[in-house]
């Protein structure tokens, strides 16, 4: 079945160091939207990528979509306190949303 | 505005007993979407209503029952809970379909089933 799996699960970074989670999906994407989910919170949608090789950018926070529309990324630079979460994709496909399973970033101070 | 309101936040279950739980969105949204998380796994859909009048059934419809009340209305009913179906339950609304759209998460349901 279509799949978009997430990786790394978990990542311990030092407040400053940069981060980067990967999203790779067995299909091509129509879409891939990221969500952001504080602890004991809801995720909070992020952004959407629809075209091919598109990079958008949020402050600290790059996003891009594969050219073949079937990976993504999701950047941080220079994390803070405030990043600390968990980071879902997930991929538009066939009138379906298909979610990554997130990564969970925690950040030293 | 409000957004997704979910009610109740927090309920102890005994096996067997039933219960409801209800979620309202004031953004005049056409889909809505019942979600459970457990750790590792992610969010799965259970129910979604794509527009008022419809529903159909997500990756994990079994033991969960669904009623688009009205357009801003979407319930999720357990008949006889199990403790499998201990997880944290969201609702979530968008203006259409999901693949094109963002969604807006309610607060969340932390549901045990003991």
């Known amino acids: 079945g279509q799949q978009v799996m997430q990786i790394p699960q978990y990542q311990h970074v030092q407040e400053g160091e940069d981060f980067t989670t990967y999203c790779n999906s067995s299909?091509?994407?129509?879409?891939i939207q990221w969500y952001k989910q504080r602890p004991g919170g809801h995720p909070v949608f992020l952004i959407q990528l629809v075209k091919s090789g598109e990079v958008k950018k949020q402050k600290r926070l790059t996003f891009q979509f594969g050219e073949a529309k079937k990976n993504s990324s999701l950047h941080i630079t220079a994390t803070q306190t405030t990043d600390v979460g968990t980071y879902f994709c997930a991929g538009g496909n066939n009138r379906k949303l298909i979610w990554g399973l997130g990564t969970s970033l925690a950040v030293n101070p | 505005n409000a957004g997704v309101t979910q009610t109740p936040k927090f309920q102890v279950l005994k096996t067997g007993q039933s219960m409801t739980l209800q979620c309202a969105q004031d953004?005049?949204?056409?889909?809505m979407y019942w979600y459970r998380q457990d750790p590792g796994m992610g969010l799965r859909l259970i129910y979604y209503?794509?527009?008022?009048?419809?529903?159909d059934k997500g990756e994990v419809p079994n033991g969960y029952n669904v009623s688009r009340l009205n357009k801003r209305e979407f319930s999720l009913r357990l008949e006889s809970a199990a403790p499998s179906q201990t997880s944290v339950y969201f609702c979530a609304s968008s203006d259409w379909g999901p693949e094109s759209e963002k969604l807006f998460f309610g607060s969340g349901t932390q549901l045990s089933v003991l």
């Open positions: 953004m005049n949204h056409n889909s």
């Open positions: 209503s794509a527009s008022e009048g419809t529903t």
């Open positions: 299909t091509t994407l129509s879409n």
